[in-house]
């Protein structure tokens, strides 16, 4: 039998299609490929999205908003003024993208209107902040990335 062209064609096709069902096949029955797209708790974790959803809007709302300045001593995060800072609680999450031994979290406990994190804390590079806090019974979200 003579090999020509259109042969090698017709046999790379089917060599490929063999090939893609095979994949197709054991992706879709091997346990090790389990691959459900949705969680088991799906709606209790909507949730809490819409939760935060809504205290992003609570914070966009806001006539002043929480805004952020590095200084000598470190990251400066001020809350708006005009209000009792005393009362304002909630929760800073520090995230670096490149390296998860350096994320924290901290309480917010004001002293003044603002919280500073110390410079020891933070290496230069991009962080994503993230500050869930409440005031008189309201909770607001403020999420930026910045480069430190």
């Known amino acids: 039998m003579k090999l020509n062209w259109g042969t090698g064609i017709v046999l790379a096709f089917i060599g490929f299609i063999a090939f893609i069902m095979y994949f197709i096949i054991s992706m879709s029955i091997g346990d090790r490929f389990d691959n459900t797209l949705v969680s088991e708790d799906y709606y209790s974790e909507e949730l809490k999205y819409q939760k935060d959803i809504d205290k992003l809007k609570n914070a966009k709302d806001l006539k002043i908003k929480i805004s952020y300045k590095r200084t000598n001593e470190g990251l400066r995060i001020s809350f708006p003024e005009g209000i009792n800072y005393k009362k304002i ?6 995230y670096r993208p490149s390296n998860k031994q350096l ?3 901290t309480a917010i406990s004001l002293s003044n209107s603002y919280l500073l994190i110390p410079d020891e804390r933070l290496v230069d590079g991009r962080w994503n902040i993230k500050v869930d806090w409440q005031y008189n019974g309201k909770s607001y979200l403020f999420k930026e990335s910045i480069n430190y």
Do not use: N, V
């Not at 609680?89 to 520090?94: D, Q, R, S």
């Open 89 to 94: 609680t909630g929760k800073l999450f520090l």
């Open 103 to 105: 994320d924290f979290e």
